[in-house]
């Protein structure tokens, strides 16, 4: 696969062919990536009263869209940790495996936002456990950046969260998904950086 | 800046009849008096046409690249003439591999600022309707231009050079070159340049460094004031500014730390930043382009210059190096190194966003 870390083509092209159907948002709620969301709203000017106008409408219906990147030695085994053991946490963080949270390139984080993300969770292996030795080091560093700079450019620090989950820490998971999404829930929708299409 | 011309050319001269460069690299006349062109001398000829002067506002380090880039024949070395901030550059494409060290010859010069034109000619509203410059002179402390209007009707106007330097000038980190092999003379062509032999990357001698700390101190107040505001202000402010970005990448072509030989911003696949130009996408491509520099960026400032729209993009590169120093512990991080700070990492390197997250 090329790039889209977030909402492949097809689910893009499926948010693409709801708009025009007329039934953005709501509907595919619970479908993965941010192909919905992405579909919606207005380009510029008028159309962008039309998206808010819309928003009125489904608001009560709204549930924050988390994407997390999860390494998959480590918090992607916490978070099936975490689903095996029953342990209930909001549907609304979507998980993408990657090999390690070295692979998240800080272009991934910027590319959820713009299709539609409300918050990205990068989750990796706690420092010094890193299944490569220093991949999350590395990550470590190009994150602090990576948000550093993000904020400085205007997004709320809430919307990009970093967290260290191993994998016999489910629980930590789903705590994390918890608060994760009451904070996003309390910021709101994001519309900054983000795609109007 | 002082008088530089009559050493250049004669250490120019020197080089090419020598035969120990292909090119010498420095400023030649271009159409506006005001605006000296890079200039590319491959003889004795072309050699005696160059020049330097208070309004050689372009950076020269990204030429080298374009001369000598991956080619590592010793009859393919080029010289250049290199300032403070463009011997930063060239330190950069040397840290950076990209340019071999022994296949550049740099001719430092001590530079004090580079005069704005815009910021010169604003001086008297009459130039606004002339390209015509008559006559330029530049005397320690005043510049004094003539041009000539429409009506034939002669226009002047005076100015003392300190109030007319460029913005990124206003903000130099190195006023003599951190590396150069020959440093010219500024007396107006009574004796050739001293050579040194090759210095290493950051060797500065005595080099006075009060100017360095105010440039310094301005940068990060510059950064401090931005990081004050709300999100919200800050993302209005970046938003007004991305706004009006025409995507041209000059800020990227003049960039000595962008050299990759295949860019992010220039291969369909991935597309990482589409052809579009609605603001996410700005977003996206000044959030990539300060990113793919951070930690290697020289703080030169050349983005901010070439920039057509006038953006702060130093405001970004600052909020970076800033960071740089105060998460990793880097001294003089536009200086560039033989690793580069995102190339390696400490086990207790900071985690800035544990503040917010509720361990238990």
């Known amino acids: ?197 | 800046m002082r008088e530089y011309t009559a050493s250049l050319k004669r250490e120019a001269e020197r080089l090419l009849s020598e035969g120990r460069v292909k090119t010498v690299i420095a400023f030649g006349p271009g159409i506006d008096p005001l605006a000296p062109i890079p200039a590319f001398a491959e003889d004795k000829d072309e050699a005696s046409d160059l020049l330097v002067n208070a309004f050689s506002a372009p950076g020269l380090a990204k030429y080298v690249l374009d001369e000598v880039g991956g080619v590592e024949k010793p009859e393919h070395s080029v010289a250049v003439l290199a300032r403070g901030c463009d011997s930063l550059g060239i330190a950069r494409l040397i840290a950076d591999k990209r340019v071999q060290r022994q296949s550049v010859v740099i001719l430092g010069v001590h530079c004090d600022g580079v005069i704005d034109r815009g910021k010169l000619l604003a001086l008297n509203p009459a130039f606004s309707r002339t390209k015509n410059i008559k006559s330029v002179a530049i005397g320690e402390d005043e510049v004094f231009v003539e041009a000539e209007l429409a009506d034939r009707s002669a226009v002047s106007l005076r100015g003392r050079p300190e109030d007319l330097l460029l913005d990124k000038c206003l903000k130099c980190l190195e006023r003599d070159p951190v590396v150069f092999d020959i440093m010219l003379e500024p007396e107006a062509g009574t004796m050739l340049g001293r050579e040194t032999g090759p210095t290493p990357v950051g060797d500065r001698g005595g080099v006075d460094q009060g100017e360095k700390e105010k440039s310094l101190r301005a940068r990060r107040s510059l950064v401090a004031e931005t990081e004050a505001l709300s999100s919200e202000s800050r993302y209005e402010f970046w938003a007004r500014q991305f706004e009006r970005c025409i995507r041209c990448y000059a800020c990227r072509n003049v960039c000595p730390a962008c050299s990759c030989r295949k860019c992010a911003f220039d291969v369909p696949d991935p597309e990482w930043v589409s052809k579009c130009t609605w603001l996410s996408e700005q977003f996206m491509f000044h959030f990539l382009r300060a990113f793919h520099v951070a930690g290697r960026c020289v703080g030169c400032g050349e983005c901010e210059r070439a920039c057509p729209m006038g953006l702060p993009l130093s405001l970004l590169n600052d909020k970076l190096m800033k960071d740089v120093e105060e998460m990793f512990g880097i001294e003089d991080p536009h200086v560039p190194k033989e690793s580069e700070p995102l190339g390696f990492y400490s086990p207790d390197d900071p985690e800035p966003w544990a503040k917010e997250v509720s361990e238990g």
Not at chain 1, 142 to 151: S, V
Not at chain 1, 160 to 179: M, N, P, T
């Open chain 1, 1 to 197: 696969m090329s790039l889209e870390p977030v909402g492949d083509t097809s689910v893009l092209a499926q948010g693409r062919k709801d708009l025009e159907a007329g039934a953005a948002g709501g509907a595919q709620e619970g479908r993965a990536g941010g192909g919905g969301e992405a579909g919606k709203a207005g380009g510029a000017g008028e159309a962008r009263e039309v998206g808010k106008a819309g928003e009125a409408v489904e608001e009560g219906e709204w549930a924050p869209k988390i994407v997390g990147f999860a390494c998959r030695w480590c918090s992607y085994a916490g978070a099936d940790l975490a689903g095996t053991s029953r342990m209930s946490y909001p549907a609304t963080v979507r998980l993408l495996r990657v090999p390690c949270s070295g692979r998240v390139n800080p272009a991934f984080i910027m590319r959820a936002f713009q299709r539609g993300a409300d918050a990205v969770l990068v989750a990796g292996c706690h420092p010094g456990d890193c299944h490569y030795t220093s991949g999350n080091l590395f990550a470590r560093r190009r994150l602090a950046l990576a948000k550093g700079l993000l904020e400085y450019l205007g997004m709320e620090p809430e919307r990009l969260q970093i967290h260290w989950i191993s994998a016999a820490e489910g629980q930590k998971f789903a705590r994390v998904a918890s608060e994760m999404s009451k904070a996003v829930e309390a910021l709101g929708r994001n519309r900054k950086m983000r795609e109007e299409i």
